[in-house]
């Protein structure tokens, strides 16, 4: 069944950090603007739906994520006015924009707060939670900060401690904490309904929909979701019938329960030692070793992913997608890191042809590598090196920013090298070619689609290579991957195709006929994408 709404079926997405993507007015940090030139590169690399970093009113202790006013523009951005000018544009090229939603705290700038900040009761007391008194220093399972107001009570936190959460009501009271409200006292309803307005306002000026920070966040003492999501699926009702083309995909990393909830989308993220984790970035606790699938170590467990995946898309497949990013700006080693662009190939080939939808991370479609020792910017702390500005050219700043090195937002890569677009452009093997060629293959084949059905082949315990296929519109494709850097092979049903596989992507000749059987027979590092019939 195609996904609702119908663009989402052919989406990839490509996440932009507004700050470090493209500066256009020389002060050092990135701008809608910016972003605005640089549409024509998205265009080329045939991604064709944006998800922007927050760019919002902010304070910037945690890089926007602590919004201080929902409907305005930060000004080192631009202007709301750029920001509907971007949207305009998109969709004049045919792409779609997500905004990033931080619904379940604000900063403390928040005006917002600042009112419930006071001792005299007023419209704004209960939109965040606050005990009872100053002295009720701790409460279980939340986060406390005491003694910031004026108001003889302590705010609860959501993630950083000048991200006070807004309320959402507990689902479960506990009397010991009289101050603990009910989803449906007036607070938490009228929390819900700025939620809502925020959302509109967006929508109506061009927004496709949203990247759901922390979505499971909402409802406090609420240990199997259902309480967070109702909130959603309200949401999700009011979309349905008054924005039927909007979607949103969730931060919750529990597709199971954020589909469900509503979201037509939600993450695999690395929020564990976990199934995503074990496809890019996982590492021996003793010696740091990579031992990721996707690593010519070979040390690789498909079946850590796998397992844990097929549980969650067989259960959602009806209802929603999954959505596997090649990074994002909290996750660090960088994809690139570690990795040939034969490897990171791979990895592509991979993250292009899975169901559900794909994100790649700015900078990952030509192997940028995040930096270590970096400063913390911003809250980034570990994540820092992540966050570093788009590799351009081998101008100054790496095309980035015409400011002074000491005032760009992050310190450009030391040696970027090949790592730039201008480099890999007119490069018909650079990473950069090869990850165009993957999305426009995905493109062409429905079978490929992102409801497409996945069926893997070959996926065993602690082995080479990962085989699966895709069937969709009348058509079935074989995937085959070994990251690893010895060769592999497997013999595989002779009934999968009556024909030799045809190489759609990737190492030809790799199928021989074996009697009734074929014989896959794989080099070290390589893999491809094959038509059966
Ligand atoms: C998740 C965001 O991705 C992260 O960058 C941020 O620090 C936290 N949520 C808090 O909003
Ligand atoms: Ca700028």
């Given at each position: 069944?195609?996904?609702?709404?119908?663009?989402?079926?052919?989406?990839?997405?490509?996440?932009?950090?507004?700050?470090?993507?493209?500066?256009?007015?020389?002060?050092?940090?990135?701008?809608?603007?910016?972003?605005?030139?640089?549409?024509?590169?998205?265009?080329?690399?045939?991604?064709?739906?944006?998800?922007?970093?927050?760019?919002?009113?902010?304070?910037?202790?945690?890089?926007?994520?602590?919004?201080?006013?929902?409907?305005?523009?930060?000004?080192?951005?631009?202007?709301?006015?750029?920001?509907?000018?971007?949207?305009?544009?998109?969709?004049?090229?045919?792409?779609?924009?997500?905004?990033?939603?931080?619904?379940?705290?604000?900063?403390?700038?928040?005006?917002?707060?600042?009112?419930?900040?006071?001792?005299?009761?007023?419209?704004?007391?209960?939109?965040?939670?606050?005990?009872?008194?100053?002295?009720?220093?701790?409460?279980?399972?939340?986060?406390?900060?005491?003694?910031?107001?004026?108001?003889?009570?302590?705010?609860?936190?959501?993630?950083?401690?000048?991200?006070?959460?807004?309320?959402?009501?507990?689902?479960?009271?506990?009397?010991?904490?009289?101050?603990?409200?009910?989803?449906?006292?007036?607070?938490?309803?009228?929390?819900?309904?700025?939620?809502?307005?925020?959302?509109?306002?967006?929508?109506?000026?061009?927004?496709?929909?949203?990247?759901?920070?922390?979505?499971?966040?909402?409802?406090?003492?609420?240990?199997?979701?259902?309480?967070?999501?109702?909130?959603?699926?309200?949401?999700?009702?009011?979309?349905?019938?008054?924005?039927?083309q909007a979607a949103l995909v969730s931060e919750w990393s529990r597709p199971t329960v954020a589909i469900p909830a509503g979201f037509h989308m939600d993450f695999m993220l690395p929020f564990a030692r976990n199934?995503?984790?074990?496809?890019?970035?996982?590492?021996?606790?003793?010696?740091?070793?990579?031992?990721?699938?996707?690593?010519?170590?070979?040390?690789?467990?498909?079946?850590?992913?796998?397992?844990?995946?097929?549980?969650?898309?067989?259960?959602?497949?009806?209802?929603?997608?999954?959505?596997i990013p090649s990074g994002n700006h909290d996750t660090t080693p960088r994809l690139g890191n570690e990795r040939t662009p034969a490897d990171l190939q791979l990895a592509f080939l991979f993250l292009l042809t899975?169901?559900?939808?794909?994100?790649?991370?700015?900078?990952?479609?030509?192997?940028?590598?995040?930096?270590?020792?970096?400063?913390?910017?911003?809250?980034?702390?570990?994540?820092?090196?992540?966050?570093?500005?788009?590799?351009?050219?081998?101008?100054?700043?790496?095309?980035?920013?015409?400011?002074?090195?000491?005032?760009?937002?992050?310190?450009?890569?030391?040696?970027?090298?090949?790592r730039t677009v201008a480099a890999q452009r007119d490069d018909p093997e650079s990473l950069l070619n090869h990850v165009r060629k993957l999305i426009e293959l995905r493109k062409e084949h429905p079978a490929l689609?992102?409801?497409?059905?996945?069926?893997?082949?070959?996926?065993?315990?602690?082995?080479?290579?990962?085989?699966?296929?895709?069937?969709?519109?009348?058509?079935?494709?074989?995937?085959?991957?070994?990251?690893?850097?010895?060769?592999?092979?497997?013999?595989?049903?002779?009934?999968?195709?009556?024909?030799?596989?045809?190489?759609?992507?990737?190492?030809?000749?790799?199928?021989?006929?074996?009697?009734?059987?074929?014989?896959?027979?794989?080099?070290?590092?390589?893999?491809?994408?094959?038509?059966?019939?």
């Amino acid at each position: 069944m195609p996904p609702t709404p119908s663009w989402l079926e052919i989406a990839v997405f490509y996440e932009i950090y507004p700050q470090t993507f493209f500066d256009s007015n020389g002060d050092g940090i990135g701008d809608l603007a910016g972003i605005l030139q640089k549409l024509e590169y998205l265009q080329y690399l045939g991604v064709n739906a944006i998800w922007l970093n927050p760019c919002f009113a902010s304070p910037f202790q945690d890089a926007g994520y602590d919004v201080s006013n929902y409907y305005q523009v930060a000004p080192r951005y631009g202007t709301n006015a750029d920001l509907e000018k971007l949207f305009a544009e998109a969709h004049r090229l045919g792409m779609h924009i997500f905004l990033d939603l931080v619904p379940g705290h604000t900063s403390v700038e928040n005006a917002w707060f600042k009112e419930s900040c006071r001792p005299q009761p007023n419209e704004y007391s209960d939109w965040y939670i606050w005990t009872d008194s100053v002295w009720t220093w701790s409460a279980p399972g939340v986060q406390t900060v005491i003694g910031y107001a004026q108001r003889n009570a302590n705010y609860i936190t959501n993630f950083f401690h000048f991200q006070p959460a807004l309320n959402y009501g507990f689902a479960v009271l506990d009397p010991k904490h009289p101050w603990q409200q009910p989803v449906d006292a007036p607070g938490p309803r009228a929390v819900r309904k700025e939620l809502r307005n925020i959302m509109k306002f967006w929508l109506d000026r061009g927004a496709d929909g949203f990247r759901v920070d922390m979505a499971g966040s909402l409802v406090k003492h609420d240990a199997d979701g259902k309480a967070t999501a109702a909130v959603w699926q309200e949401i999700r009702r009011w979309l349905d019938r008054d924005y039927p083309q909007a979607a949103l995909v969730s931060e919750w990393s529990r597709p199971t329960v954020a589909i469900p909830a509503g979201f037509h989308m939600d993450f695999m993220l690395p929020f564990a030692r976990n199934g995503y984790n074990s496809l890019f970035r996982l590492f021996d606790p003793d010696d740091h070793t990579n031992t990721s699938f996707f690593h010519p170590n070979g040390g690789g467990d498909i079946r850590f992913f796998l397992d844990e995946y097929l549980v969650n898309f067989r259960s959602t497949r009806e209802q929603g997608l999954i959505a596997i990013p090649s990074g994002n700006h909290d996750t660090t080693p960088r994809l690139g890191n570690e990795r040939t662009p034969a490897d990171l190939q791979l990895a592509f080939l991979f993250l292009l042809t899975m169901p559900g939808v794909p994100f790649l991370y700015y900078g990952d479609e030509i192997g940028m590598r995040s930096a270590d020792g970096l400063e913390s910017k911003e809250g980034a702390y570990d994540r820092t090196g992540a966050r570093t500005p788009m590799q351009w050219d081998d101008s100054a700043n790496a095309g980035f920013s015409t400011a002074p090195a000491e005032a760009l937002y992050l310190p450009v890569e030391a040696k970027p090298r090949h790592r730039t677009v201008a480099a890999q452009r007119d490069d018909p093997e650079s990473l950069l070619n090869h990850v165009r060629k993957l999305i426009e293959l995905r493109k062409e084949h429905p079978a490929l689609g992102a409801s497409g059905s996945f069926k893997p082949v070959h996926a065993e315990k602690n082995a080479y290579p990962f085989v699966y296929t895709r069937t969709g519109g009348g058509e079935t494709v074989l995937v085959a991957l070994n990251p690893a850097k010895s060769p592999c092979g497997v013999t595989l049903p002779g009934t999968l195709s009556k024909k030799p596989p045809q190489t759609l992507y990737g190492t030809e000749n790799v199928f021989q006929r074996q009697g009734r059987k074929w014989l896959l027979k794989l080099p070290g590092v390589s893999g491809g994408l094959y038509l059966l019939s």
